[in-house]
């Protein structure tokens, strides 16, 4: 089983940064993907940046050259560094992670963490 837990929403103004991190914990070896997506109201959820586990990276074209996406294997977390953030960057951020490998086995599955607020006032 894989917990994922967010932190680093909040309120900010348009322009201006935010951090978002995520910490992958359970009984498993290693994640092969790990990133964010979002969910803005009254919207489906899409993709803003997901890396996997050789640092390959894969962004939403509305983030590109604003967001990056980082991960530390060995910690198992991941980040979202967020530069000028426009109102349309509002949702609710979503961790997620897929491939989770224990022994041998790679089990493709998607994972979510609960979510946290992002909030870009105009």
């Known amino acids: 089983q894989v917990r994922l837990v967010e932190s680093g929403g909040g309120l900010v103004q348009a322009g201006g940064s935010l951090r978002l991190s995520c910490a992958a914990s359970g009984n498993f070896a290693s994640l092969e993907k790990m990133g964010w997506y979002r969910q803005a109201p009254g919207k489906q959820r899409e993709l803003v940046a997901v890396?996997?586990?050789?640092?390959?990276?894969t962004y939403g074209d509305s983030v590109k050259g604003r967001f990056t996406v980082a991960r530390d294997n060995a910690k198992n977390t991941v980040s979202l560094q967020m530069n000028t953030l426009k109102p349309e960057d509002t949702g609710v951020y979503y961790c997620y992670a897929d491939g989770v490998k224990k022994y041998t086995v790679t089990q493709w599955s998607a994972k979510w963490g609960r979510g946290t607020q992002v909030t870009v006032s105009s």
């Open positions: 890396v996997d586990s050789e640092a390959s990276t």
